[in-house]
């Protein structure tokens, strides 16, 4: 395997990584304080939660069902409002981005894998996951304990976690199976078919687990798998590809995807290009087309695409081998995409209930930085939502 060259940068301080992920929970703390979020999926949360605790009833906020952040979301938002609610979503969010760090940290360095880690815990959209009260960052935070788990072969806490993560969004059940594949046919390559088995067993188990926590939803559903379905608009294949397309656009922002595009075209005609063949990256590249073509078929929220963050940035870093100033470039788009200037190429047209967009301009168009429009929208959303969702609001 091709060694990645080393950055002329001496990051490796305990200060230094200190200080990053002390800034970031700092920055999900303080975004918090705002309020629950801005994405009404949020408040027929805090509905359900808080609907199991007072009166012991479990309706679904929307199917599949999201039980245990409906829950935990639910729950905290009686004792702590959405300070107390977001802080749980902070917490998640460091401790997905430190466990991470750590997985990376032998493989691209301290330096690399410390840059990588910023990147990602800079995207506007984990950093709104991280400071709300939504799921996103619920079934994050327990694929990469699984993950975690199944390489410190823990395999007992790998099926708890990725069960969690799957009660979280039902959408990353085919991340989980890809993480199974991956450590199977790596336990065979190194280890033997005594290996293979125990991680069979701990996908069974995590499957049984998984089952259970659907079982309220069974029940509120008439005990029928009536809950499992989706909303979707009627669209056309064009807008199918087209929402695919923009989407994926929209998760990194116009620049920073032009930078990346950038950064992989220019290693593609390099004779000395990093290999292709190491199995981490092979296993990262089939995890995303196979998320990637279930987005394709529902290409709804953006942040659907949130857990893709943890394999194309590290992908990227690895096949592009980039140099110090193209990274710095990306930390810098990334800041400014979330808090100065978010660049578009649509003006997006909605329907009367703002939820679902039925045309757009193209162009080009400057609006302020994603995560700052959505702070100054919190409160008024919280008003909204909070009224027609007919909850009484926190004390």
Known sequence: MIMLKPLKLNLKSIGTCCGLFAALFFVYFILGLSGYGTDNDTYLMVRTGRKIILESIYEYSRPPSYFLPELIIGGTSLFGGHILSNLISAILGIASLYLFFCLI???FGFSRALIITAIIGLNPLYVIASSSS???I??????IIGVTALNKKIYSLAAVAFAFSISSRLSNSLIVGCCYVYFMYEAYRCQGRGAV??????GCLSCFLCLLLFVPAFVSAGYSFGFMTYFIGDWGWFEHVTRFIYKNIYLFGIVSSCLLAFGVFRRFGDANRTPLSHPVFLACCATIIVHELLFLKIPLEPSYLIPLLFLIIPCFVYYANPNLTLLALLVIATLINGFLADFDIL?????KENTEAIGANVGLYVRPGIINADRVQRKSAQEKFFKAYQIYPDH
């Not at 088995?197 to 701990?202: A, L, P, T």
């Not at 003006?347 to 329907?351: E, I």
């Open 134 to 136: 939504m799921d996103y």
């Open 197 to 202: 088995r125990r991680i069979v067993v701990s």
């Open 138 to 143: 619920y079934s994050v935070f327990f694929c």
């Open 347 to 351: 003006d997006r047209h909605y329907n």
């Open 105 to 107: 940290k032998k493989q």
